[in-house]
Structures are given as structure tokens and as C-alpha cells.
């Protein structure tokens, strides 16, 4: 009999499997947990890399973090197979672990096409949108040292506002 392919709409197959009562992970794919850096909440995720493809193809809430999992965090005690064991069916409901919409998006900071890849420095007047290159260490040099950076007048670097 051949096994039926459950399709999941335009979402990729879940990273684990159930089988026989035991979760196992499918293979070619790594999990692992870090926070997300896109706001100061710093949430836990999990993460999903497919060595087929060679990239990051989904970021998910951590099971272990209490803001993601609306203040019911799994215990650190928890062992990580016992962890998508509850991630997993019916019990997952109970033990949901989400993120927003920017730590979703952390895949397509990786590879979307027309993201920001080089330091741009306005090369015309505001809002002429003109734009050119500069390297990284000149970025750093103006922003903390400042100087007649646009042919506008002398403006103070971030040096000489903050003190740390």
C-alpha cells in the first residue's frame, strides 16, 4: 500500500515526525534554539535548517521561553525529544509556542533579494533618493566622529553627544 502525502498548503512539511508513539526528526534537518534580536523582547525561538536546500526555512516560538508560550514555559528540566513530543498533535495546543511577525520573518532576512547587504550614505540632497556606497569602517568613523559629511555643515558625532 503506498503511504498517502499529506500536504500542508504552501507550508513545508513539519521538522518532525510521528511514528509509533516516538517524535523523530525528518531527516536533513536541524533544529536549535536561540533568541530573536529583532526588538528588545529578545524571545526564544526555535529554528529550522534544511541541508537540502542550505538555509534557515522556518523560525517558530521556543517551548522553553515564558514570553512566547503566553507564560506557561515548558520546564528547563524538560528533556528536547520529550519537548516536541508535546509540540506534536492534540498536546501541542496546550503547550503552543509562537512568535510575532517580525521573529517570523527571520528567514527572509537571510535571503530576501532586496534587502540592505552594504553600508548606503545619501549622496544628493534630502529626498533626492540618491545613494552610494561606503565601506564600513568610514561608516563607523563618520557616525562617531562626524564632520561636514553631506556638504551641508559641520554635525557632531555620536563621540562627542554620548559619553559612555
Same mark, same amino acid.
Given at each position: 500500500?503506498?503511504?498517502? @502525502?499529506?500536504?500542508?498548503?504552501?507550508? #513545508? =512539511?513539519?521538522? +518532525?515526525?510521528?511514528?509509533?508513539? !516516538?517524535?523523530?526528526?525528518?531527516?536533513?534537518?536541524?533544529?536549535?534554539? !536561540?533568541?530573536?534580536?529583532?526588538?528588545?523582547? +529578545?524571545?526564544?525561538?526555535? $529554528?529550522?535548517y534544511?541541508?537540502?536546500? /542550505?538555509?534557515?526555512?522556518?523560525?517558530?516560538?521556543?517551548?522553553?521561553?515564558e &514570553? &512566547?508560550?503566553?507564560?506557561?514555559?515548558?520546564?528547563? #528540566?524538560?528533556?528536547?525529544?520529550?519537548?516536541?513530543?508535546?509540540?506534536?498533535?492534540?498536546?501541542?495546543? #496546550?503547550?503552543?509556542?509562537?512568535?510575532? /511577525?517580525?521573529?517570523?520573518?527571520?528567514?527572509?532576512?537571510?535571503?530576501?533579494? $532586496?534587502?540592505?547587504? @552594504? &553600508?548606503?550614505?545619501?549622496?544628493g540632497?534630502r529626498g533626492?533618493?540618491?545613494?552610494? #556606497?561606503?565601506? $564600513?569602517?568610514?561608516?563607523?568613523?563618520?557616525?562617531?566622529? /562626524?564632520?561636514?559629511?553631506?556638504?551641508?555643515?559641520? &554635525? =557632531?558625532?555620536?563621540?562627542?553627544?554620548?559619553?559612555f
Amino acid at each position: 500500500m503506498q503511504e498517502k @502525502k499529506i500536504r500542508y498548503g504552501l507550508a #513545508s =512539511e513539519p521538522e +518532525m515526525k510521528k511514528t509509533g508513539g !516516538t517524535v523523530e526528526l525528518r531527516p536533513g534537518i536541524r533544529l536549535g534554539f !536561540t533568541k530573536c534580536f529583532t526588538c528588545n523582547n +529578545m524571545c526564544g525561538i526555535r $529554528y529550522r535548517y534544511d541541508e537540502r536546500e /542550505g538555509r534557515l526555512t522556518r523560525v517558530a516560538g521556543n517551548p522553553y521561553c515564558e &514570553v &512566547v508560550t503566553g507564560g506557561r514555559p515548558l520546564p528547563l #528540566s524538560t528533556p528536547v525529544r520529550k519537548a516536541y513530543e508535546m509540540l506534536t498533535g492534540d498536546s501541542g495546543l #496546550s503547550h503552543r509556542a509562537t512568535t510575532c /511577525g517580525k521573529g517570523a520573518s527571520g528567514p527572509d532576512v537571510l535571503s530576501d533579494p $532586496y534587502r540592505i547587504v @552594504k &553600508v548606503l550614505k545619501r549622496a544628493g540632497k534630502r529626498g533626492e533618493n540618491k545613494w552610494h #556606497s561606503i565601506p $564600513y569602517e568610514q561608516a563607523l568613523r563618520e557616525i562617531l566622529e /562626524g564632520g561636514d559629511l553631506f556638504g551641508e555643515g559641520r &554635525v =557632531e558625532g555620536q563621540s562627542a553627544i554620548c559619553h559612555f
